[in-house]
Nanobody
Framework: VQLQASGGGLVQAGGSLRLSCAAS????????VGWFRETPGKEREFVAV????????CYAESVKGRFTISRDSAEKIVYLQMNNLKPEDTASYYC??????????????????????WGQGTEVTVSS
C-alpha cells in the first residue's frame, strides 16, 4: 500500500486546514490510519488515529477539540481537519497505516512502531 499526504500550507493562527491521506494498492477498510507530526530536532509525535470505520478515534491532548480525523465512504482517503490552528502546530505531518486489520475496535494505536506504511510529509506552517 502507498500513502500520499497532501493539504498542507501556510495559515494564520486561528485558521483551518484539511489534510488528506490517499491510499493506493489497498483500501483502508478496517485498517487503522494515524497522523503524526515532526519538527526539526524533535521526535515524530502522535496526533490522531482512527482504528476503523465505527471504531475508536484517539487524539493527542494538544489537539483534542481542535482536530478531527475522518474517512471517506470509499475507504481510500483519511482526512485530518485542523481548526483553530496554533503556531505550535507547525510541523511536517505524516499519515500511516498498519499491515494488519483492526481486531479490537477499542484499541488506540498511538506509537510509531505500530505502523508499517508511511506517506511522505506535508508541511503545515502556522504564523502568529
Amino acid at each position: 500500500v502507498q500513502l500520499q499526504a497532501s493539504g498542507g500550507g501556510l495559515v494564520q493562527a486561528g485558521g483551518s486546514l484539511r489534510l488528506s491521506c490517499a491510499a493506493s494498492g489497498r483500501t483502508l477498510n478496517s485498517y487503522p490510519v494515524g497522523w503524526f507530526r515532526e519538527t526539526p530536532g524533535k521526535e515524530r509525535e502522535f496526533v490522531a488515529v482512527n482504528n476503523r470505520r465505527g471504531g475508536s478515534t484517539c487524539y493527542a491532548e494538544s489537539v483534542k477539540g481542535r482536530f478531527t480525523i475522518s474517512r471517506d465512504s470509499a475507504e481510500k482517503i483519511v482526512y485530518l481537519q485542523m481548526n483553530n490552528l496554533k503556531p505550535e502546530d507547525t510541523a511536517s505531518y505524516y499519515c500511516a497505516t498498519r499491515a494488519s486489520r483492526t481486531v479490537l475496535t477499542s484499541a488506540c494505536y498511538n506509537n510509531l512502531e505500530q505502523f508499517t506504511y508511511w506517506g511522505q510529509g506535508t508541511e503545515v506552517t502556522v504564523s502568529s
